[in-house]
Nanobody, 125 residues
């Protein structure tokens, strides 16, 4: 069964760090790009970052550039989002999703399918 499962969310103080994981099953991660998205209460879903099928291309929303880093470990069939310097405005449910775009990656949720269930990230003192 094709599935993406996020984990690693939690409560963290401003300036803190979290690493989110996106574990894939039912398919091999090296054949797909992965995107991370987030949605805060009352707001639209926002693209955060993506990584290409090859892992050589990444892309970040301006709001997280220099603070977040996306990666994937094909051997573990898992993608990651390292989040540093967290701010209260980063509070949201974070989702990962896969894309079959063959080259590069796009911060466009319409290019993604097979979404995970999400993990809550709360940044608060």
């Amino acid at each position: 069964q094709l599935q993406l499962v996020e984990s690693g969310g939690g409560l963290v103080q401003p300036g803190g760090s979290l690493r989110l994981s996106c574990a894939a099953s039912g398919f091999t991660l090296d054949a797909y790009g992965i995107g991370w998205f987030r949605q805060a209460p009352g707001k639209e879903r926002e693209a955060v970052s993506c990584i290409s099928r090859s892992g050589r291309a990444t892309n970040y929303a301006d709001s997280v550039k220099g603070r977040f880093a996306i990666s994937k470990d094909n051997a573990k069939n898992t993608a990651y989002l390292q989040m540093n310097g967290l701010k209260p405005e980063d509070t949201a449910v974070y989702y990962c999703a896969r894309t079959n775009v063959p080259y590069g990656c796009m911060l466009d949720g319409n290019k993604y399918n097979n979404w995970g269930q999400g993990t809550q990230v709360t940044v608060s003192s």
